[in-house]
């Protein structure tokens, strides 16, 4: 193993970030991107100076590595993480600002409001009796936070 250590190519180098890029495609979540990216570097590297010893080509990689995944995070994460839209699978926070007639009353301001063909969770900060018209104005998790609204 040394032996291979001692003769490392900048195409290994080459290799490995090729085989880090196909596994950052299987959705490490960026992960892998900035170690990819230290492993061409250091191709650049081995090649620029070829008499560099193993011991430090691993030296440079692990700084590069550590380099460019936190520049990785740091800079680019952010645009990964923007969305046109923010409640696409939050299904209570869809339904903020829907209006509708409470068909069960809340009692201590805690019921069941039925959307479609299902109950929700719902909380008021008062009772209300059945047949109240109400808005959903929030949502905490898979409660609805409603409130009631004048005809």
Not at 35 to 64: E, R, T, Y
Not at 109 to 114: D, E, M, N, Y
Request: glycine share 8%.
């Amino acid at each position: 193993m040394e032996s291979f250590i001692a003769t490392i190519q900048p195409w290994h180098w080459l290799v490995l970030g090729i085989v880090l890029l196909i596994a950052e495609t299987f959705g490490t979540g960026g992960f892998v991107i900035g170690i990819a990216i230290a492993a061409f570097v250091q191709s650049v590297v081995a090649v620029s100076f070829p008499d560099l010893s193993w011991g430090f080509q691993l030296l440079v990689f692990g700084i590069n590595c550590m380099l460019f995944t936190f520049i990785y995070w740091r800079f680019f994460r952010k645009f990964n993480q923007q969305t046109d839209a923010p409640v696409l699978n939050d299904r209570a926070a869809q339904l903020v600002g829907r209006r509708l007639l409470l068909e069960q009353p809340l009692s201590n301001g805690v019921g069941k409001v039925l959307i479609g063909d299902t109950f929700w969770r719902a909380s008021a900060d008062r009772e209300l009796p059945a047949g109240t018209k109400i808005e959903i104005v929030s949502s905490n998790g898979m409660n609805l936070v409603v409130r009631a609204v004048a005809d």
